[in-house]
């Protein structure tokens, strides 16, 4: 049977809502249930007879259960602490069992936490608590994992320090190793193109796995130089091994004060290969999404905007 209804937990994040765009693009009929905790931010959607959206607590079992009654399949698309993404998923994913749901879909879109250890990066325990939880004995609804690496937005922004406009000796891109370590992802709207693909595919289950793009620093300073006519300068700050160091110093002396480690951790585990998608990519399930390059993304993107991007993506979660 085809998917004529999915549920959207957390539906007024900025991923979930081009996931709604992308799901009525490919099936303008299809029913969308969207659950929020906050009404105010969902009035941007278009008044559809097909989109119903409802406000709630991620932790309220019984309002939960209503969101996801008569869904085919369940996207996750909450964004938070620890527990909403622990507690509500499994709360969630409970719900989904009591109404018969087929298919969760995680809130990954994410590197592969699947090599980590727990406690290596905290932010990635949850998600690989939620996939265990899915693949306990009995269970009946099934999980589905979307590893993307990390969104372009992400990798252009501030957040991991790589790239800098402007330090007073003009473009500067910053590495830990060699240089040559690399980085693989996609754009919000890429991710976002291939989660309505998967939701409406019944076949989709497990870990499905997809790329725009695998780039090392010193390839995209390239890049960058061809888009912008722009050289930047490439500065090394020391070894992956150092980055390590620095980045479980700080965390253990500032457990509580994420921010202070979090892009570090995220770095260290990419840099050091730990992190990687497999290699068969499931693109070619869906041959009419074409992902963006690194390069075809800087292309749409003026200079002065990409620090910025990932800081406006954060606001519209």
């Not at 009995?138 to 501030?158: A, C, N, P, Q």
């Not at 919000?188 to 309505?196: G, K, Q, V």
């Not at 479980?248 to 509580?256: F, G, L, S, V, Y």
């Amino acid at each position: 049977m085809p998917v004529t209804t999915v549920g959207i937990a957390g539906i007024t994040g900025r991923l979930a809502r081009l996931i709604t765009h992308h799901l009525l693009a490919l099936s303008p009929t299809l029913t969308i249930k969207g659950y929020c905790r906050d009404l105010s931010k969902a009035t941007s959607y278009p008044t559809l007879k097909n989109i119903t959206i409802t406000q709630g607590d991620p932790y309220d079992p019984t309002a939960l259960r209503h969101f996801v009654s008569g869904c085919d399949v369940v996207i996750c698309g909450f964004f938070g602490d620890p527990r909403l993404m622990t507690e509500g998923q499994k709360l969630l994913i409970e719900a989904c069992e009591a109404e018969g749901v087929k298919r969760y879909v995680a809130g990954d879109w994410t590197l592969n936490y699947d090599k980590l250890e727990y406690g290596e990066h905290p932010q990635k325990d949850c998600q690989k608590r939620v996939k265990e939880f899915l693949q306990e004995d009995g269970r009946k609804v099934k999980g589905v994992h979307m590893l993307i690496g990390i969104f372009y937005e992400t990798l252009w922004s501030d957040y991991f320090g790589v790239f800098r406009p402007g330090e007073g000796v003009g473009v500067v891109m910053r590495c830990w190793g060699t240089g040559e370590e690399v980085w693989e992802g996609l754009s919000y709207d890429d991710a976002a193109r291939y989660s309505a693909n998967v939701a409406l595919d019944e076949e989709a289950v497990g870990v499905v796995t997809f790329l725009g793009d695998r780039k090392s620093t010193k390839q995209l300073a390239a890049e960058f130089e061809e888009v912008y006519g722009v050289a930047p300068r490439l500065d090394c700050l020391g070894t992956v091994e150092e980055l390590q160091t620095k980045m479980e110093a700080t965390r253990e002396k500032e457990p509580q004060n994420i921010f202070a480690w979090l892009a570090d951790n995220y770095q260290t585990y990419i840099m050091n290969g730990r992190t990687y998608v497999p290699t068969k990519l499931d693109n070619g399930r869906y041959p009419d999404v074409k992902p963006l390059t690194f390069k075809e993304f800087l292309q749409k993107h003026k200079v002065e905007e990409l620090n910025g991007l990932y800081t406006k993506a954060a606001a519209d979660l």
